[in-house]
């Protein structure tokens, strides 16, 4: 085995789709000095804006869609955008163009009583939970914290500095803003953020939250509601 050959093994090699500085921080976060060896190397990054024109990022080249597929298919990829659903159909178009994504935990010790997805990115600062399993494309940003037992569904975003405790259900395609506080869940009765809904930056969730709905404020209440009261409390 070569020099070539044994890094490869070592680092998982992948492609990020994205090349703003979001996914400048995803793809420095593989090898943050917090981490005992470098989680995964980055060869290049996808740009449908500026894929192909000489730019480069961190020193990986930025390349277009139609490039990706032509000389890195080959390659796991991750996607690095924010927003779930954008996130869920860029992987959708990769899946197309026949690619597939990194598994960064399933070799790794760093979550041994959890399980992470394909996809799914955990920043070197935040910590995950015994019993937790987190689905695939989910992205859970730095300084946070997941607890025991909770159960994230696919194309979920963390924000930083986020704290859920246990016994949660966060339901797929899922916003969760910076600075949010989930509490309150308990063994057989979890606390469930249902699917497509949006936490407002530093919201403190203390009840389930329905399906597609936007929530803010501590307690967290609906957007609609607080909109209405202030209103209210206006006048005419």
């Known amino acids: 085995m070569n020099g070539h050959d044994r890094r490869a093994a070592e680092v998982q090699r992948i492609v990020i789709y994205g090349a703003s ?35 480069r990022l961190d020193g990986a080249p930025v390349i277009s869609f139609d490039l990706w597929r032509e000389d ?16 869920r159909r860029l992987a959708e178009r990769i899946e197309a163009g ?10 790794d010790a760093a979550f041994p009583h959890a399980s992470v997805g394909a996809g799914s990115v955990v920043a070197a600062t935040s910590d995950i939970g015994p019993q937790t399993t987190l689905g695939d494309h989910v992205i859970v940003m ?16 963390v924000g930083a500095s986020c704290s859920i405790s ?7 395609d899922v916003f969760v803003g910076a600075g949010v506080t989930v509490i309150n869940g308990h063994a057989g009765k979890p606390l469930t953020i249902g699917k497509g809904a949006k936490i407002a930056a530093g919201a403190v969730v203390t009840k389930s939250v329905p399906p597609k709905a936007s929530v803010a404020g501590n307690p967290s ?6 909109v209405r009261d202030r209103r209210e409390r206006s006048g005419p």
Do not use: Q
């Open 72 to 87: 890195y298919v080959n390659f796991a990829c991750l996607i690095a955008v924010g927003d779930p659903g954008s996130r």
């Open 221 to 226: 209440r609906a957007l609609r509601d607080i």
């Open 142 to 157: 730095p300084m946070s914290w997941v607890a025991h037992d909770v159960t994230i569904g696919d194309y979920v975003s």
């Open 21 to 55: 500085g979001h996914a400048l921080a995803v793809g420095l976060n593989g090898r943050h000095r917090l981490l005992p060896k470098p989680l995964y190397e980055v060869v290049a990054y996808i740009d449908d804006f500026r894929g192909g024109s000489g730019h």
């Open 98 to 107: 026949g690619g597939r994504f990194a598994r960064l935990y399933d070799r």
């Open 166 to 172: 246990g016994h949660v259900v966060i339901e797929s």
